[in-house]
């Protein structure tokens, strides 16, 4: 990353930090996807396999309140171009966001919630209950980075560093990333690794000579 010296009025640094830790919950996407020859039969198919996917959700624990719906659509699907085209149906597409604790089981609940129902899995993503404080964590370790790096610079030029004029957060927080890193486990395991959280900073120093 580059960084133009705007004002020549001591040092301008860049730092950044990263805190890993364990997951502690996962989101599931399932998605249900249904053709039916009327708009009727296809909500009422598709509302028949999501009433499945609650019951089954419902057994392995995970209540109510932490299933979401994001997207609930019908459409006329048709095959061919022009005058050759011939409609086909009636397309119903619903997805869920289901969040879960109980990692250990995600995969029998994945392969429980595809028999009763869902017609595929948009993702699985491994996610922190805490990860405000591992941002704020990660936030302090890019200030300590970024004035390591201002002390180096000073010492190398003889010069001291003077107190901190400036504080840019180059990552605001709406854009912060919590990725989760593959992890190990055997061939076809859901491992989910770690999740990293990161953050970036722009510190200013007056120098003193």
């Known amino acids: 990353m580059t960084q133009a010296v705007e004002e020549p009025w001591g040092i301008s640094v860049f730092g950044s930090g990263t805190v890993r830790a364990e997951p502690s919950l996962a989101r599931v996407r399932p998605a249900v996807d249904v053709l039916e020859p009327s708009p009727e039969q296809a909500f009422q198919r598709a509302g028949e396999a999501v009433v499945r996917l609650r019951e089954v959700l419902r057994r392995h624990g995970v209540p109510d309140a932490s299933v979401s719906g994001s997207r609930l659509g019908l459409s006329s699907e048709y095959d061919g171009h022009g005058g050759r085209r011939t409609m086909l149906g009636y397309r119903c597409q619903a997805s869920y966001a289901v969040e879960t604790e109980v990692l250990d089981g995600l995969e029998r609940l994945i392969a429980d919630v595809v028999e009763a129902g869902a017609h595929r899995i948009d993702g699985v993503e491994f ?29 190398a030029a003889d010069a001291r560093l003077g107190p901190v004029l400036r504080i840019q957060d180059v990552e605001p927080e709406p854009v912060a990333a919590f990725r989760a890193s593959a992890g190990g486990g055997p061939p076809g395991a859901l491992a989910p690794g770690v999740v990293e959280v990161s953050a970036r900073v722009v510190l200013g120093f007056s120098l003193r000579h």
């Not at 996610?127 to 010492?155: F, M, N, P, S, T």
């Open 127 to 155: 996610d922190v209950r805490d990860r405000l404080a591992l941002l704020d964590e990660a936030r302090r370790g890019a200030v300590a980075a970024a004035r390591r790096k201002a002390e180096v610079y000073a010492e």
